[in-house]
């Protein structure tokens, strides 16, 4: 019977299609190992085939614990051949943490990094480790690929987001999101056949996913950075010739912290941010660190995809801002009645897109808090558009500090301390106060020493009294999460 409306979207389609048109062209890098579009055709259909051959049946998932390394792009592609459903895991996870997460989404087998088999030694589910014995299951399985047939829109994964209140909730991804996601990717930021890119975002993460795997599904090739180190990074693109490359805000103050001068590097061409909006003063560094580069900040979550996007003619006179809707993207913004605010007023953001998750695995109420009738996504954020439909990210709704009965938004306060020149990093939160209900408190990563004395000066001069921290505590470091973006609810709950 014929199927109206021709093939569905898969995310092993790309591999698929340049396994037989640039066989030899190599996909996938890793340290001194390559991989052909060829073998990665022909290992991702052995892993299909494996794990069929252990009784897995279309629909039940699969969990994958390692960090960035040759195998993670194969084994994706061939879950997706064999019509299951990956369930990435965060190699940083604790046993308990992974139990959890492989109980909550019944995973029914596990590929982990064998080095990483501690944390997951008295898991009785069907497992292989990744090291020689991944290999002899490899060359024991069929290579044949099985084209089990999927819907797009059925989840290629789930993706556990960290708990903020509780357990981590998991987001059900669909081929079709990701699929087009590649092809935006590919057409926005250049990832596509003869382009060369790096894993250097962990590929556990929706964002780190995306962008890497982008490139095996559109054509081009990705090199896996397993751990980062700026230098490092740095060799990397000198030496495979990158010249699209993701980042986190971290990722450039790493950079500018550890690497006196940076070598002009010539073939990138495109640098693209994402997790929070770069400080002023950080995207001034590199711009100036690497000239000529295009310069693109992003913004999105894992449940919505991509959303916005700065594009670099607007990189310099709309810094602080997150650019316009990116592709096939709307957005509302909306005030506290739930009305559309006007240009200049707060509101919170949600988007509309063919990148929206499906919804929370196996957590109706979840989903429908953030979902509205119509089909838009909340994603708890302040936003303000202006005149000319440019978005500033304000702040998390959560973390809008009311003090006194005035509302203030951390990120006004964290731009003008990251202005002041003993200030590396910084996040501001707001704390139970008895007479003012939250006070401002300013936690900082200085150069050297701080003194408070002299940040409250600089900030008086700067800012409304109400806005200026009641306290400043300097720390070693602030506590992140796989995408880099600050942790508030651990630095609220420091004693």
Not at 2 to 16: E, S
Request: hydrophobic residues 40%; aromatic residues 8%; proline residues 6%.
């Amino acid at each position: 019977m014929l199927r109206a409306g021709g093939a569905d979207l898969t995310i092993a389609g790309g591999i698929r299609e340049f396994g037989r048109a640039t066989p030899g062209v190599v996909a996938v890098r890793d340290g001194d190992r390559d991989i052909t579009y060829a073998a990665l055709d022909e290992r991702s259909s052995r892993v299909a085939c494996g794990l069929l051959a252990m009784g897995l049946r279309p629909g039940e998932r699969v969990a994958l614990l390692c960090g960035n390394r040759l195998e993670y792009p194969e084994v994706a592609a061939g879950v997706a051949k064999a019509g299951l459903v990956l369930v990435p895991v965060n190699p940083r996870l604790a046993g308990p943490e992974v139990r959890f997460i492989l109980e909550h989404a019944g995973a029914r087998a596990l590929l982990v990094d064998e080095a990483l088999d501690g944390a997951v030694h008295d898991v009785r589910i069907n497992k292989v480790l990744i090291g020689p014995s991944y290999e002899a299951w490899l060359d024991a399985s069929a290579s044949v690929d099985p084209w089990i047939a999927v819907d797009e829109r059925d989840p290629f994964c789930i993706a556990y987001t960290a708990g903020t209140t509780g357990d981590p909730k998991g987001v059900l991804i669909s081929h079709r999101s990701r699929c087009l996601t590649f092809y935006a990717t590919a057409l926005e930021w250049g990832i596509g056949p003869g382009r060369r890119t790096i894993a250097v975002a962990p590929m556990y993460h929706g964002a780190g996913f995306a962008f890497a795997y982008a490139a095996v599904y559109c054509g081009g090739t990705v090199s896996m950075l397993r751990s980062f180190d700026p230098h490092r990074l740095l060799d990397v693109i000198e030496r495979d010739g990158a010249q699209s490359v993701f980042l986190v805000p971290t990722h450039a103050q790493l950079i500018r912290q550890n690497v006196p001068e940076v070598k002009q590097l010539k073939t990138l061409d495109t640098l693209y941010f994402n997790a929070a909006a770069l400080p002023k003063v950080l995207k001034e560094w590199v711009f100036e660190a690497f000239p000529g580069v295009g310069v693109h900040e992003l913004y999105g979550s894992t449940e919505a995809g991509v959303v916005t996007n700065l594009r670099p003619p607007d990189a310099r006179r709309k810094a602080g801002s997150v650019g316009h809707p990116w592709f096939a993207t709307e957005v509302r913004v909306v005030g506290e009645n739930g009305q559309p605010v006007e240009a200049g007023v707060p509101g919170e953001l949600f988007s509309r897109s063919p990148y929206l998750m499906n919804g929370y695995h196996e957590n109706p109420e979840a989903t429908a808090a953030c979902v509205t009738a119509d089909g838009f996504l909340t994603s708890g954020d302040i936003v303000i558009r202006d005149e000319e439909g440019f978005i500033s990210v304000v702040d998390r709704v959560k973390d809008v500090i009311i003090t006194g009965g005035v509302n203030v938004y951390p990120r006004d306060v964290e731009e003008v301390l990251l202005a002041h020149p003993s200030v590396t990093e910084c996040a501001v939160v707001g704390e139970p106060d008895d007479r003012w209900g939250e006070r401002v408190v300013a936690y900082l990563v200085g150069q050297g020493p701080i003194e408070p004395d002299v940040l409250e000066a600089y900030l008086r001069e700067r800012l409304a009294g109400f806005k200026v921290p009641k306290q400043y505590r300097a720390v070693a470091a602030l506590p992140r999460n796989a995408a880099g973006k600050i942790l508030k609810r651990e630095l609220r709950s420091t004693p």
